[in-house]
């Protein structure tokens, strides 16, 4: 019986040696802060703690090896790191967590001219926010109005487009109030407004908000069937430099491919000083666009008739009817001898180089004097 007394406890302590603990303190990476109630747990297992008062914590009993340490707490990023623990040993793994903002509520200050919740907002206002604009791609901003109840979005062109609201469709958008940071966007002079030529890029723009209804007590009388909002970002925010680039090509003879280039640069100035006056941050913005393409090419035979010049002694040849500004000499295969038996026997003429560059007499009308063809 004692034999096996001895064998049992020296099993027991060899068990105990296999295991260590972890411990350590949690801060604040900015300004070094302990971090109450954050979470350490180690992946794959049960084991874990939470940190105290002073931001520490302890693991006991932690199975000697490598294992992978979380760290969580509301508001900072997560953190793994791996570490090594060896039998009967104490591991000190001190963490700094990094911030992060949440984004909880969108924000808004159309409704009511200051910043408040869409829920809280006395107005129906729809918000297209940055992500939703660097999620599609769209060649103008109009585009992005398409999927908002109440807004009417027409389209003439490549960057060519108009925007109304509640069924009131005008040619120049005099009713539907646009704003720019809270400017009105219209052309000086004329009350319009020219959406392609707002100043604004892509790369700008931070949140696009949409008040549907009258609006003529914040607004005047501009404001008659709703105010559209466009907000770009503010330089204070961070200094950054992004760049967008753009391109397509229309299904369609001879149309030239659409280019653009979008570009944003920000600065910011912590402690900006002019003549040695302090006037605290300040930041400045550049953003620009460059634009090309072509809309489409229309066609109509009623604008040919009486432009073409006239020809004498031989039929002139006629516009294929075809979008790209040909006319029958220039389209067809190259005209070779063979072809000649196509048309054996027929009184047909050969006015051109191409196959396709024939007339027959369904075309003329004899004159009974000269016998010479007439054009018609």
Not at 240 to 260: F, H
């Amino acid at each position: 019986m004692k034999n096996y007394l001895v064998l049992f406890l020296l099993s027991i302590s060899i068990i105990f040696a296999q295991k260590g603990s972890i411990k350590g303190i949690v801060t604040d990476l900015d300004n070094g802060d302990p971090l109450i109630g954050a979470n350490i747990v180690i992946d794959g297992t049960t084991m874990g703690a939470a940190t105290d008062i002073q931001g520490a914590y302890l693991i006991s009993s932690v199975p000697a090896g490598e294992h992978l340490l979380k760290i969580t707490y509301i508001g900072y990023e997560i953190k793994e790191q791996s570490i090594t623990v060896n039998a009967d040993e104490e591991l000190i793994v001190d963490v700094t967590l990094a911030s992060k903002t949440i984004q909880m509520q969108t924000y808004v200050v159309t409704a009511s001219r200051k910043r408040e919740r869409v829920e809280d907002a006395p107005a129906a206002i729809s918000v297209i926010t940055e992500k939703d604009i660097r999620r599609e791609s769209n060649t103008n901003l109009g585009a992005y109005m398409k999927s908002v109840k109440g807004v009417e979005f027409t389209q003439s062109g490549i960057d060519s487009y108009n925007l109304s609201a509640r069924g009131f469709n005008t040619s120049f958008s005099s009713r539907l109030l646009t704003l720019t940071d809270g400017r009105m966007a219209n052309v000086p002079s004329l009350r319009l407004i020219a959406y392609n030529v707002i100043p604004v890029s892509f790369e700008d723009v931070k949140q696009i908000e949409v008040v549907l209804g009258p609006s003529s007590a914040l607004y005047g009388p501009n404001a008659y069937t709703g105010v559209l909002n466009i907000i770009t970002s503010s330089p204070l925010d961070g200094g950054a430099t992004s760049v967008n680039i753009q391109g397509g090509l229309l299904s369609q003879t001879n149309s030239d491919p659409m280019q653009k280039f979008t570009m944003r640069h920000a600065s910011t100035f912590e402690d900006f000083r002019i003549g040695g006056r302090k006037l605290g941050k300040f930041g400045f913005k550049v953003s620009g666009v460059i634009f090309r393409g072509e809309d489409w090419h229309h066609y109509n035979p009623d604008e040919f008739e009486g432009h073409d010049p006239a020809f004498i002694g031989r039929p002139r040849l006629t516009n294929n009817g075809i979008d790209d500004g040909g006319t029958t000499g220039e389209s067809g295969p190259e005209f070779t001898e063979e072809m000649l038996g196509v048309w054996e026997g027929s009184e047909a003429y050969w006015v051109g180089r191409r196959f396709a560059d024939n007339i027959d007499n369904e075309n003329f009308i004899r004159d009974g004097e000269s016998g010479s063809p007439e054009i018609t």
